[in-house]
């Protein structure tokens, strides 16, 4: 048994052989382990950390998005995409209060899209698929960052494309800052104690190219995990308190985060920023696009891997030979961590509290009420249209929204745009994994279930460019499983300009 793979798979490996050829050949990633995993780990890349220049009080930022290759696998290229560099991105870190403006140069060949997911902003800077930047052209969104510290991300976000942009390599990760967070005694050197572990995956061709075939029910879900861009990667600590801030940019891949010898993670922060105090939990579940920040104390010459560990419900998806696998029960490891010399110093106790606002709940007892329905491709039964708004918000308060996952083998998300939301309840399901603590923008939904969320919107009113909602299995996006919604002034109506957003229309 290779050191990667844990009891639990393999105890599901036995029952498969048992259940036969069939199961056998949904159980993709179960019969050896992946590509890129033999050998001593490689030390994990650190994106660079990216400020930008701060002139007054705005922070100037300037990207390409180009072609590169990068060495995924150890000792081979491949062929990647990345921003100002062959694969991923650096992290942008800005505080809040300040204004931002990215100039971002499209120097692939062909036309993308660049989103600030989690970001409160104006829908024309929101980067969305009404934001094309044509080969060779600039796209400088500018916004003010108005919301509290939050480990948040950018990635494409091309109508019908945005899996594959993704996939071979652009995300990176946004950092904010606030004044409560930075009081805080908590890791905050970028590289050093405050690490960015941002989790992907891949599937490759023999001679390591990527495997770009989208299978209809899986998407470009990978069979190889990938952290910073590569297999198989140990970080040294030099520092007994490491702070890890976990992203989940998998198209399809969901991960159930533990550590390797079952010691408790002390939770921080969810999508949206800081926890009201740290959570002590043994797992957590992370979606695509969903983020966590997550405290490990490392004694000196330990060693401990945070591990993606199989999910005993498989997330309420039927186990029987005619429902799809979508990995829930697979185990990686995703990061070995080592711990720093004797003369570390010790960490202080974690802080009782972290951002007291966070416990404020939104006053929704009034607030107008959506619901969405979940289905194969499909929100409320229509697939995505560019033409079509689905609903304007026209008022500055927040909204109930319910989600309902109506299949009943397919998993699914929901994100929203220019939004927090609080989650207020699941129902329909057993499954308990769902990461419900804190201000969050994106939220699992097993097969059945519906959730309850308190929406709350960026207030920038437009009635020209829509913000998006959808299923972050970025294959269901890209299929149709999206929509659109405006935030305007009381009363306003929709003028979509269809492909308007290249630049402030106020
Ligand atoms: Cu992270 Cu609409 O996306
Ligand atoms: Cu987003
Ligand atoms: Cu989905």
């Not at 993709?28 to 030390?43: I, K, M, N, V, Y």
């Not at 594959?164 to 104690?193: K, N, Q, T, W």
């Not at 996952?405 to 994100?415: G, L």
Request: net charge negative.
């Amino acid at each position: 048994m290779s050191p990667t793979f844990g009891r639990r798979t393999f105890f599901r490996g036995a029952a498969v052989l048992l259940a036969g050829v069939a199961a056998a050949a949904c159980s993709r990633s179960e019969q050896a382990p992946p590509r890129g995993f033999d050998g001593d780990p490689r030390p994990l890349p650190i994106p660079p950390l990216y400020e930008g220049e701060l002139i007054d009080d705005r922070r100037h930022f300037q990207v390409t998005t180009q072609a590169g290759s990068a060495e995924i696998l150890p000792g081979v290229d491949t062929p990647t995409w990345g921003f100002s560099g062959d694969h991923l991105g650096p992290t942008f870190r800005a505080r809040r209060g300040e204004k931002v403006r990215v100039d971002i140069t499209n120097e692939l060949d062909e036309m993308t899209t660049i989103h600030w997911h989690g970001m409160k902003l104006p829908a024309w800077a929101d980067g969305g698929p009404h934001s094309p930047i044509e080969p060779g052209a600039t796209w400088s969104p500018e916004w003010s960052v108005d919301q509290p510290a939050a480990t948040l991300w950018y990635h494409p976000h091309p109508h019908e494309v945005t899996a594959l942009h993704c996939y071979r390599g652009l995300a990176g990760m946004f950092i904010l800052d606030d004044e409560v967070s930075e009081r805080l005694d908590l890791p905050h050197e970028y590289g050093v104690d405050d690490i960015p572990v941002i989790i992907a995956d891949a599937k490759f061709h023999a001679d390591g190219q990527l495997d770009e075939e989208i299978d209809p029910t899986f998407g470009l879900l990978g069979d190889t995990p990938l952290v910073n861009g590569i297999t198989h990667c140990s970080f040294a600590a030099t520092t007994r308190r490491v702070r890890l801030r976990v992203l989940n940019a998998s198209t399809m891949r969901f991960h159930h985060l533990a550590l390797a010898d079952a010691r408790p993670l002390h939770v921080i922060a969810s999508d949206a920023g800081l926890l009201a105090a740290p959570e002590e939990v043994d797992s957590v579940l992370l979606s695509p696009g969903e983020r966590v920040e997550i405290i490990v104390d490392l004694k000196p010459g330990e060693e401990v891997a945070l591990e993606s560990v199989g999910l005993d419900n498989n997330f309420g998806i039927p186990t029987d030979e005619y429902s799809p696998d979508f990995g829930f029960a697979d185990q990686f490891t995703l990061l070995h961590m080592t711990g720093p010399g004797e003369d570390a110093p010790e960490a202080r106790a974690l802080p009782g509290e972290l951002d007291p606002a966070a416990s404020i709940s939104p006053e929704v007892a009034d607030a107008p009420r959506r619901e969405f329905v979940l289905n194969t491709f499909e929100i409320n039964g229509q697939v995505m249209d560019m033409n079509r708004v689905d609903f304007l918000i026209d008022h500055r308060g927040p909204e109930v929204w319910t989600v309902t996952n109506e299949n009943s083998d397919w998993p699914h998300n929901f994100h929203v745009h220019d939004a927090r939301f609080q989650v207020l309840g699941f129902s329909g399901t057993d499954v308990t994994e769902m990461a419900a603590s804190g201000w969050k923008d994106t939220v699992a939904l097993p097969p059945g279930a519906t959730v309850e969320l308190a929406v709350e919107f960026g207030w920038y009113p437009d009635n020209t460019v829509p913000y998006m909602f959808h299923c972050h299995m970025l294959m269901h996006e890209d299929s149709g499983m999206m929509g659109q919604f405006m935030v305007v002034e009381p009363g306003e109506r929709a003028a979509l300009e269809p492909l308007s957003g290249h630049g402030p229309h106020h």
